[in-house]
């Protein structure tokens, strides 16, 4: 007999971000409207939903308007009408160009959007839910799927009170099994599970690779004399060379408050690049210091985003489950959005479960085949085929030769150009050994507009239970300093926005040392891994970030 106890439901759904809980929101909605009983329940291995939530964030509504057409009235924190887009070609770093309204691709024109905070939209999408009794439990961190044959039962939640060694501490608490007949999965971008289910069912074997970014992310109080709320700043080049994809970007949202953020293509090539000090230097450039010169920063994480888009879709079922939202990878990267499809693909799921659980037939795959129809019949499918060539150009021509690709395919053809661009080699195999590229010569922090690594994940509230399993697992420990310090000068030194890896070297011995308890849950290390040799799973629930407002 399982010591775990267990706990039955209609629905399960792995994740309180946009996808889940517009899920969940979406069932009960049908319930009500059908007169029927439904239990759902979201688990969320966040300490409080919102928790792990970091997004830039510019909010088209379309879905938010589906969801709760009164949510204006019902004050959702979505206040901030996009004012004004400026975009910047940094040349240097002290000189830019503005691109022209004309010259910028149609789907970065943000007027009708808005900024928000997406972790406080999720914290409002969350008290809807509950008040129409969803059962949420923050906390609790899914850590493993429960199989019965080939179909998905439901997940199992991480035991607390384990110590590092494996024994049970005092404090010991086994997980629950949380069952149902349908389970949404919707962990947000390279889920831990998602990655599981993904193999076992084979469900890329018909698409491109994942590709991916960093993003990183700060919140500042700013000068109420320089900041105006609605204003979005996109910026391109500097500091990043013309074959390395990424960006910046500035929001200023509500209440003098900026949101200053920089997003770095994982498939970079020079295992020298450091993307957080990257982003440190971009804000030293006189078109964004301007804006936090005199300012506060408040809140620092960093997340990784989707961005291989149509192409590197999987199948989005299997026997008894779905995959929603960035956990399935619905991120528009044209538009630079992700929230808003991720909301609408956690509805259609929701739909397709609600009709198969009320269907005569009870199948597991009823759901499946219905929630791909309803996604390839939705806007999200064709905002999804219209910017399809995206990212593909980008890696294929450079960012200058890209952006001009982009802007023909999107503002004359319309994303309609009747050839589909792909990139089929995965980020971790991009990089180029440490010999061959140049070492990046980064400015010391000054501690106004820079910072160093340390006291920004202080403002990240991250917080682990320090004896407990380590989250960050070797698949060979030797790896490290037998093979990725030779051959790339170990890029994890580098790529983890949170200082969890270092190289220590004691009494002239160098080991590889994973400082676990920094981890904001970023997942850069389980992706951009050279030699594939890092799995990142859940560690015990409530543990890592606590972001306010992100």
């Given at each position: 007999m399982s010591e775990h106890e267990s706990m039955e439901f209609d629905v399960v759904i792995v994740g309180a971000g946009p996808a889940g809980l517009s899920a969940a929101i979406r069932l009960m909605q049908q319930a009500e409207a059908a007169g029927k009983e439904l239990n759902v329940c979201v688990v969320e291995k966040g300490s409080e939903v919102g928790a792990h939530i970091?997004?830039?964030a510019i909010l088209q509504a379309t879905a938010l308007d589906e969801l709760f057409p009164d949510w204006q009235e019902q004050g959702a924190p979505v206040k901030s009408a996009v004012c004004g887009d400026d975009v910047w070609y940094l040349t240097s770093d002290s000189k830019a160009l503005k691109v022209p309204g004309l010259f910028i691709p149609a789907p970065m024109h943000n007027q009708g959007n808005y900024v928000v905070s997406l972790g406080e939209l999720c914290r409002w999408l969350g008290e809807q839910a509950e008040a129409m009794g969803v059962n949420i439990f923050p906390g609790?961190?899914?850590?493993?799927?429960?199989?019965?044959?080939?179909?998905?039962?439901?997940?199992?939640?991480?035991?607390?009170?384990?110590?590092?060694?494996?024994?049970?501490?005092?404090?010991?608490?086994?997980?629950?099994?949380?069952?149902?007949?349908?389970?949404?999965?919707?962990?947000?971008?390279?889920?831990?599970?998602?990655?599981?289910?993904?193999?076992?069912?084979n469900l890329r074997s018909d698409s491109d690779p994942q590709h991916y970014g960093i993003g990183l992310k700060e919140i500042w109080t700013v000068d109420p004399a320089v900041h105006r709320e609605g204003l979005v700043v996109h910026t391109a080049g500097w500091p990043l060379d013309n074959h390395t994809e990424g960006g910046g970007f500035l929001y200023h949202a509500t209440n003098n408050q900026v949101f200053a953020g920089y997003i770095v293509a994982l498939n970079y090539r020079n295992p020298h690049l450091n993307p957080f000090r990257e982003f440190q230097r971009w804000k030293q450039h006189p078109k964004i210091r301007r804006y936090l010169e005199g300012g506060e920063r408040v809140s620092y994480g960093a997340r990784v985003v989707n961005k291989g888009g149509l192409q590197s879709l999987p199948r989005l079922g299997f026997p008894g489950g779905l995959l929603a939202g960035c956990e399935a990878g619905f991120l528009n990267g044209a538009k630079i959005k992700g929230s808003h499809t991720a909301m609408k693909t956690g509805m259609l799921a929701a739909e397709s479960v609600f009709a198969a659980l009320h269907s005569d037939v009870q199948d597991a795959q009823d759901a499946t085949g219905d929630y791909e129809k309803r996604v390839k019949d939705?806007?999200?499918?064709?905002?999804?085929?219209?910017?399809?060539?995206?990212?593909?150009?980008?890696?294929?021509f450079g960012s200058l030769l890209g952006s001009v690709f982009i802007w023909l395919d999107q503002n004359i053809f319309r994303g309609q150009l009747p050839f589909t661009l792909h990139n089929t080699?995965?980020?971790?195999?991009?990089?180029?050994?440490?010999?061959?590229?140049?070492?990046?010569?980064?400015?010391?922090?000054?501690?106004?507009?820079?910072?160093?690594?340390?006291?920004?994940?202080?403002?990240?509230?991250?917080?682990?239970?320090?004896?407990?399993?380590?989250?960050?697992?070797?698949?060979?420990?030797?790896?490290?300093?037998?093979?990725?310090?030779?051959?790339?000068?170990?890029?994890?030194?580098?790529?983890?926005?949170?200082?969890?890896?270092?190289?220590?070297?004691?009494?002239?011995?160098?080991?590889?040392?994973?400082?676990?308890?920094?981890?904001?849950?970023?997942?850069?290390?389980?992706?951009?891994?050279?030699?594939?040799?890092?799995?990142?799973?859940?560690?015990?629930?409530?543990?890592?970030?606590?972001?306010?407002?992100?």
């Open positions: 970091l997004s830039g609790f961190a899914a850590a493993e799927v429960i199989y019965e044959g080939e179909r998905v039962a439901g997940v199992r939640t991480g035991d607390m009170g384990v110590a590092a060694n494996g024994d049970r501490k005092d404090t010991f608490e086994a997980g629950y099994e949380l069952r149902a007949r349908y389970t949404i999965f919707s962990e947000g971008c390279r889920g831990s599970l998602g990655k599981e289910l993904i193999r076992r069912y939705s806007w999200v499918w064709q905002e999804l085929h219209q910017a399809r060539n995206f990212g593909p150009a980008q890696h294929k080699e995965p980020d971790y195999k991009s990089l180029l050994h440490a010999d061959e590229a140049p070492v990046i010569d980064y400015p010391a922090p000054d501690g106004k507009i820079s910072f160093d690594l340390l006291s920004s994940v202080f403002l990240s509230s991250t917080n682990h239970e320090e004896d407990q399993p380590v989250h960050l697992q070797l698949a060979d420990a030797s790896v490290p300093l037998e093979k990725n310090l030779p051959e790339y000068a170990e890029p994890a030194q580098r790529y983890c926005p949170a200082g969890v890896y270092e190289i220590v070297e004691e009494a002239g011995v160098k080991r590889f040392q994973i400082n676990a308890q920094n981890c904001v849950h970023c997942k850069t290390c389980d992706i951009k891994d050279p030699a594939q040799n890092i799995d990142w799973v859940v560690p015990e629930g409530g543990g890592g970030p606590n972001y306010p407002g992100m």
